[in-house]
């Protein structure tokens, strides 16, 4: 803008000095540059007017792992072409483009990647890309700079377009075998602990109305042809409530900071355990103290049976920042409130201090059944009474890469990344080794033969 106002200036100089000094070339020379002038600065006016610009993922919600196909449009509807166009927006590198991308700047945890083209009147540009998902998160994309200018280069204009979108990249999904679980009853033999309950969904007859029973019950069908309230009786079912408490913390102090692998070890853990539930047709649900990234209030997930439960819990881990923001005693004290008799708490830490400790003690007093997956590097001591398995991280795994870090700054003002341990995929240790021999077993039982 500043070259084309000091172009203006000369050309007004030039036409006042011709006139002036009656020189007609000076003139022509200064009305011509004014009258260029005036058509450049009227064509950046209204170079982005009507200019949209469109991203569109082929999938919103995919697991770790998994490539997505982007599209990128960008549209010009009206008369005046456009000699350049500038679109450039920021992408986070855990979203892996397939091939090379016009990469504009590149920044520690992102890229500033954008699209330069020429557009006619009324034309669509469209790019095509494939994005490998390498990190679990929740990836929200807000907006677009787009810059343009006229034909001359003298002026230059630019915009924010608001273009918000959203992508959910689900934790890494693993068999009980590979966590280091038994494939069958890992939380124990539960046919004992089973409760007769009745199914609303299968009807196996009807009866008289009594007083104590909700109008809801009412079977009006069979009221209007025996000419008296008639009431539907439902079958019995079992059913069993898994309720999974995920603890965030690694270190038993919070300034220590996150470990960001065995942090992300508990979300896979997490997640591979509630999809166990769903096969087995449980209630599940989830209670942490790790915030969403859309939001500052910890993660909970009501237990339910429906089929839409484990995409649910699936989302919700997606969008976990790692970093408490409650104690994790307090979410046992709370959440474990309001479950049903006979449920079974199953916690997944990486730490398991006296606090801790005590409290599943307590619940376990209650009459509770309680599990637990310890996942720190050496293993715990036995808890009487409980069951207990130690899963420690496998720290080489390239699915527990943690996502964009910054997201933290806004759950903890005032401190310091500093403490937040860096997932290195070099740390020495292996993975877990697969078939039998990684199963685990009760920390302090014998294993059954």
């Known amino acids: 803008m500043l070259y084309g106002q000091r172009y203006f200036y000369v050309a007004l100089t030039l036409l006042i000095l011709g006139v002036l000094f009656r020189q007609l070339t000076l003139v022509s020379i ?20 009507n200019v949209t610009y469109e991203r569109r993922f082929a999938e919103d919600h995919l697991f770790w ?36 991308v016009p990469e504009v700047l590149a920044m520690p945890r992102e890229i500033l990647f954008g ?38 280069g003298l002026f230059t204009r630019e915009a924010q377009q ?38 609303p969904l299968r009807t196996a ?33 079992t059913a069993h409530t898994i309720m999974l408490f995920l603890n965030i913390e690694t270190w038993t102090h919070v300034y220590e900071g996150v470990d960001a692998v065995q942090a992300e070890w508990a979300i896979v853990v997490a997640a591979s355990l509630a999809r166990y539930a ?20 910890a993660v909970h997930i009501a237990p339910s049976h429906s089929p839409e439960q484990l995409i649910r819990l699936l989302e919700g881990l997606a ?59 050496e293993r715990p001591a036995p808890l ?5 398995y130690h899963l420690p991280p496998p720290r080489a795994a390239d699915y527990l890469r943690a996502p964009q870090m910054t997201d933290l700054r806004r759950y903890m003002p005032g401190r310091s990344l500093a403490g937040v341990a860096p997932a290195d995929p070099a740390a020495a240790a292996e993975e877990l080794p697969s078939g039998a021999a990684a199963l685990g077993h009760p920390v302090g039982l014998e294993r059954r033969r």
């Open 384 to 388: 009487p009474r409980l069951l207990l």
């Open 278 to 297: 769903a096969g087995q047709q449980w209630s599940f649900g989830l209670h942490s103290n790790a915030p969403a990234a859309d939001g500052g209030e």
């Open 65 to 100: 792992g998994e490539s997505v196909g982007l599209d990128v449009t960008l549209t010009n509807f009206k008369l005046l072409p456009l000699s350049w166009l500038e679109a450039d927006e920021v992408f986070p590198k855990q979203l892996e483009f397939a091939a090379h």
């Open 115 to 152: 699209h330069t083209t020429a557009m006619r009147w009324f034309e669509r540009v469209h790019w095509h890309y494939e994005l490998g998902c390498r990190a679990r998160g929740l990836y929200q994309f807000q907006t677009v700079t787009l810059r343009s200018g006229d034909m001359f």
């Open 319 to 377: 969008r976990m920042v790692i970093y408490p923001v409650r104690g994790f005693t307090e979410i046992l004290r709370t959440g474990t409130q309001s479950l049903p008799i006979g449920s079974t708490i199953v916690v997944i830490s990486a730490i398991l201090s006296d606090d801790i400790r005590s409290a599943l003690l307590r619940l376990r007093e209650r009459g509770q059944r309680v599990v637990v997956c310890a996942l720190g590097d």
């Open 162 to 199: 608001p273009v918000p979108a959203r992508l959910y990249v689900y934790p890494k999904l693993l068999d009980l075998p590979a966590l280091g679980l038994p494939p069958r009853h890992p939380f124990g033999d539960l046919r004992a602990h089973r409760q007769l309950l009745e199914d």
């Open 205 to 237: 007859g009807v009866r008289e109305y009594r007083p104590e029973d909700p109008f809801k019950r009412v079977h009006w069908k069979a009221t209007a042809r025996t000419q008296q309230l008639q009431v539907r009786v439902y079958d019995s079912t």
């Open 30 to 49: 200064g009305v011509l540059g004014s009258v260029t002038l005036l058509i450049a600065w009227g064509w950046q006016k209204a170079c982005l007017a």
